[in-house]
């Protein structure tokens, strides 16, 4: 079975643009969190989505928005760059809802550069 | 809300040496507690989980946590240290809900020397 997969898996951008991050799923999942990772903040929950729509939302500004598509696969869009966004983003899929104990799986993560 | 606390960024340990990494969360219900591991440009990893029942949880690689709900702490203990130990560790907390999400800690180092 294929563990979730993100694209691209590096991206440099420079301030002001936006970019669109990519995440498919494990086969089956229907929940599927975005998470920010940098050094000095850690892991940061950004959003999850299940079925199509957004279930619970971390505390970022209106800039960092997603979306997931009827086939599970889900995007996020960051809108207006800034170089504080300089960081790793990480996806996670699940069977259910976060909140049980079901396991997320995650994927490689798309590294991204804001110059 | 819930909130993980993990205590120093970066443990070194002897190959062969215990492995204790700290959590303590905060959480107004009982709690799922999670640990993950990420090893170099990669993915989060399960290790082990919490949910109910007993409160020696054992896990992947020789890793074990035990729950301690009057120290509200689960913190991640093995035996014999490998080098391939080598990784970030994770703590995570989730609470049961309709809105729940996972918070995670901030994150240990573990180094592993020879």
């Known amino acids: 079975k294929a563990g979730v997969t993100q694209t691209p898996r590096y991206l440099i951008k420079t301030r002001g643009q936006q970019v669109t991050l990519s995440c498919s799923p494990i086969s089956g999942h229907r929940s599927v969190s975005w998470y920010q990772q940098t050094p000095g903040q850690g892991l940061q929950f950004l959003f999850e989505?299940?079925?199509?729509?957004?279930?619970n939302k971390g505390n970022f500004p209106g800039r960092f928005s997603g979306r997931q598509f009827s086939n599970s696969r889900s995007e996020m869009n960051v809108s207006t760059l800034e170089l504080g966004d300089s960081a790793l983003y990480l996806c996670?899929?699940?069977?259910?809802?976060?909140?049980?104990?079901?396991?997320?799986?995650f994927g490689p993560g798309t590294r991204l550069t804001v110059l | 809300a819930q909130s993980v606390t993990q205590l120093g960024s970066h443990v070194s340990v002897s190959e062969g040496a215990l492995v204790l990494l700290r959590c303590n969360y905060s959480?107004?219900?009982?709690?799922?507690l999670f640990w993950y591991v990420q090893y170099p440009n990669q993915g989060l990893q399960l290790l082990l989980k919490y949910t109910t029942g007993a409160t020696l949880v054992k896990g992947i690689n020789g890793f074990e946590a035990e729950f301690k709900k009057s120290e509200t702490s689960f913190h991640l203990t093995k035996p014999s240290a490998h080098m391939s130990d080598a990784a970030e560790y994770f703590c995570?907390?989730?609470?049961?809900?309709?809105?729940?999400?996972?918070?995670f800690g901030k994150g240990i180092t573990l180094s592993v020397r020879p």
């Open positions: 995570a907390v989730s609470e049961s809900g309709a809105n729940s999400k996972l918070t």
């Open positions: 996670a899929s699940s069977l259910a809802p976060q909140g049980l104990d079901n396991e997320q799986f």
């Open positions: 959480s107004s219900v009982p709690p799922y």
């Open positions: 989505y299940f079925s199509e729509t957004q279930r």
